[in-house]
């Protein structure tokens, strides 16, 4: 095995070469053959261990075990202790699970606080093998077949090319001590009986079953990355990005023979959950939404819009003095004296100052909202109407802002002029003070 480790990392991780590496170490057997196969290798690295104190006296002898290994190899060691059980209680967590989370953010807290490079765990080829049948057995899609990664982020399990029984030999021939933990006997936990009970029935029926797993997890992993290539590929004809917000065309969409598995490999990272309900939302009326914790869609018309929940609490007005040149929230407005006009955009407007009464408010639009539109003298329409016209999305209609002079609009932003505003330039009536506004 020491031979076929130190190939399996000159070939795959030969980055981590000059590294400084943090070892997770519980002090049972998977872990202590980790540590003396790194000492081999004269790595620089320190151990770092959990005690999750779930276990009574049995927890602090883990602890004690390895620091006197640390001590008497002249290894530097990190400790820390958790009351994982509460913390499960607080979060509503699974005690495993909160035990993962409470050990994972604190290895991240040590690579930044104590510069090391790399976090290495001593997940193995059992391991994987379990995780798998796990995820098989709850239902899960192919990502949920591929077993543990060999790498995530700065998080690497050396041993997953390693069974369990290649760690005990090796521990065996090198004479390593380690604690056995009294849980891994309790067939309390999904994983113990798929360990003790079906994992040895599956090498009973083939000897070989590790391996060809291994050969199973390889073309699994392979067709994935076929599945991630094509999704980019298609998503560059279906999406595309507007400020925050993603639009999805719809139109090209159903033309896709399988659209459903296209938008779970966009939408799956957006912490969505009600997948039957998005799939539905491609036959749906305008303004049907479907939300994550933190995300929306957004049924409109032609298009699906992804768009972040905005959690901070919106100002509903906003006041602009007379002596204000420029406005930075909610939207950039720059407010400038001028002598003339010019034909601009609908970003600009002109109007004349001596018409407006300070302070100007800029405000969401509201529904009976109406406005004089430019050039339109004594006729007006209602802004719901102005946005069928220029035919707005519903996300673009919620982010519409309207500057108002004594509630009276001034500006739909960025759309149309009101004309009462307007600049005079008649023998009855000349505008002596353009103020000019831009949307930048």
């Not at 790194?38 to 620091?67: I, K, P, T, Y």
């Not at 001590?71 to 059980?85: A, G, K, R, W, Y």
């Not at 930075?328 to 034909?343: A, T």
């Amino acid at each position: 095995m020491q031979t076929k480790f130190e190939n399996h990392i000159s070939n795959n991780f030969s980055f981590l070469n000059g590294k400084k590496l943090l070892l997770a170490t519980s002090g049972g057997l998977d872990s202590m053959v980790m540590v003396h196969l790194f000492q081999s290798l004269n790595c620089e690295m320190a151990l770092a261990h959990c005690n999750f104190q779930l276990r009574g006296l049995e927890s602090f002898g883990d602890q004690n075990f390895v620091q006197e290994y640390a001590e008497t190899n002249d290894i530097p060691l990190f400790v820390t202790q958790f009351d994982t059980q509460a913390f499960a209680n607080d979060y509503k967590l699974s005690t495993q699970v909160a035990a993962r989370d409470l050990r994972y953010n604190w290895f991240y807290e040590l690579l930044e606080t104590e510069n090391y490079d790399y976090v290495l765990t001593a997940h193995h080829a059992d391991d994987n093998i379990e995780t798998f049948l796990i995820n098989l057995s709850r239902g899960t899609g192919l990502e949920g077949l591929l077993g543990i990664p060999e790498q995530n982020d700065k998080i690497i399990r050396p041993l997953l090319p390693f069974s369990r029984y290649d760690i005990a030999n090796y521990a065996e021939e090198n004479n390593i001590e380690w604690r056995e933990d009294s849980s891994n006997a309790s067939d309390k936990y999904l994983r113990n009986k798929i360990r003790h009970d079906l994992v040895p029935l599956l090498k009973e029926l083939n000897p070989q079953f590790i391996d060809s797993f291994q050969k199973t997890q390889s073309y699994l992993q392979e067709s994935q990355a076929m599945v991630e290539d094509a999704s980019i590929m298609v998503y560059q004809q279906v999406a595309k990005q507007e400020g925050e917000a993603i639009y999805f065309d719809l139109n090209q969409l159903i033309r896709l023979p399988n659209y459903e598995s296209y938008l779970y490999q966009w939408l799956k990272e957006f912490g969505f959950s009600a997948w039957d309900d998005i799939y539905n939302l491609v036959e749906s009326q305008s303004g049907k939404q479907v939300f994550s914790a933190e995300f929306r869609l957004l049924k409109d018309r032609e298009f699906i819009i992804l768009s972040p929940i905005n959690f901070e609490e919106e100002q509903s007005e906003y006041f602009i003095e007379k002596e204000v040149t420029e406005v930075n929230i909610p939207l950039k407005l720059i407010l400038s004296k001028v002598s003339d006009i010019s034909l601009t955009a609908n970003t600009t407007i002109f109007v004349d100052e001596d018409k407006l009464e300070f302070p100007l408010v800029l405000r969401r639009w509201n529904e009976g909202d109406y406005f004089q539109p430019f050039g339109m003298e004594g006729k007006s329409k209602k802004l719901s109407k102005l946005f069928k016209d220029e035919k707005l999305s519903l996300l673009e209609k919620e982010n519409v802002w309207i500057l108002c002079s004594n509630n009276t609009i001034v500006w739909v932003v960025g759309l149309r002029q009101d004309n009462r505003f307007r600049i005079e330039n008649t023998t009855k009536n000349t505008t002596k003070n353009i103020l000019k506004i831009q949307l930048e």
